[in-house]
């Protein structure tokens, strides 16, 4: 089981990375789940166009990164039916996400430009 840690603070931000890659799976994300626990993350690879919160019963925090795992924009609280699009979309860098339930990332102070790892 892969952790997803901030690599300046040490912080561990998921005890459990949970990728997907397939259209469909991405697709479906977190949507229909009535409950996620707030200690894993959905990685949805590739997603450089943005995300919906479309069907979801719960609000979620997001980490956009590129390539490299670095943080390219966060968002906090999105909202059930919500679309959600990296700043700039067209021009991001942005590459995949990571999905918590909110309030995961509540006393998280990430910022753009720090690097994340996922690692056991």
Same mark, same amino acid.
């Not at 390539?67 to 990296?86: A, D, G």
């Not at 910022?111 to 056991?120: R, S, T």
């Given at each position: 089981?892969?952790?997803?840690?901030?690599?300046?603070?040490?912080?561990?931000?998921?005890?459990?990375?949970?990728?997907?890659?397939?259209?469909?799976?991405?697709?479906?994300?977190?949507?229909?789940?009535?409950?996620?626990?707030?200690?894993?993350?959905?990685?949805?690879?590739?997603?450089?166009?943005?995300?919906?919160?479309? @069907?979801? #019963?719960?609000?979620?925090?997001?980490? *956009?990164?590129?390539?490299? %795992?670095?943080?390219?924009?966060?968002? +906090?609280?999105?909202?059930?039916?919500?679309?959600?699009?990296?700043?700039?979309?067209? @021009?991001? #860098?942005?590459?995949?996400?990571?999905? *918590?339930?909110?309030?995961? %990332?509540?006393d998280c102070h990430l910022? +753009?430009?720090?690097?994340?790892?996922?690692?056991?």
């Open positions: 089981m892969a952790c997803l840690v901030h690599k300046k603070s040490g912080r561990i931000l998921a005890q459990n990375v949970i990728t997907v890659r397939g259209f469909l799976s991405r697709l479906k994300g977190l949507m229909w789940k009535s409950d996620f626990p707030t200690t894993d993350t959905m990685w949805i690879v590739p997603c450089k166009g943005g995300i919906h919160t479309c @069907f979801m #019963k719960f609000p979620i925090d997001v980490i *956009f990164v590129n390539h490299s %795992l670095e943080v390219t924009s966060v968002y +906090k609280n999105i909202r059930p039916w919500k679309l959600v699009e990296p700043f700039l979309s067209l @021009f991001s #860098k942005t590459y995949s996400v990571f999905e *918590f339930k909110t309030p995961a %990332l509540k910022q +753009k430009g720090d690097q994340l790892e996922v690692g056991n």
